[in-house]
């Protein structure tokens, strides 16, 4: 039961990671964003080859990447930071 509901909500966020991952490319930050997600890997342990991949690993599991990607995508262009935001809200905004 536990494996059902983890695979349906990865699928449920599918959509989320692509929004996410076409504007990383879109505004040109992908080494910057690639770098720390390296970090970030190595903090969580996990083994995730692709960009999408570890892309969606960060995105889900912390907070404060979010907001590094969303101030990096805002100083490339102020549209892809609005469109991040909505996508993936913060709390205290």
Same mark, same amino acid.
């Given at each position: 039961?536990?494996?059902? $509901? ?5 699928? @449920? =966020? #599918? ?6 991952? $076409?504007? +990383?490319?879109? *505004?040109?930050?992908?080494?910057? +964003?690639?770098?720390?997600?390296? !970090?970030? =890997? /190595?903090? /969580?342990?996990? *083994? ?6 570890? @892309? *969606?690993?960060?995105?889900?599991? &912390? !907070? ?8 990096? #995508?805002? &100083?490339? =262009? ?12 913060? @709390? *205290?905004?």
């Amino acid at each position: 039961m536990k494996r059902v $509901l983890t695979v349906t909500l990865k699928i @449920l =966020n #599918l959509p989320r990671i692509i929004i996410a991952y $076409l504007l +990383v490319n879109f *505004a040109r930050v992908s080494s910057l +964003v690639e770098g720390n997600m390296k !970090r970030l =890997n /190595y903090r /969580y342990d996990v *083994a995730v080859d692709s960009f999408s991949g570890m @892309l *969606a690993t960060c995105l889900s599991r &912390d !907070r404060i990447f979010q907001a590094i990607l969303e101030h990096r #995508l805002t &100083d490339s =262009n102020k549209i892809f930071g609005y469109i991040f935001r909505i996508y993936f809200p913060t @709390l *205290a905004q």
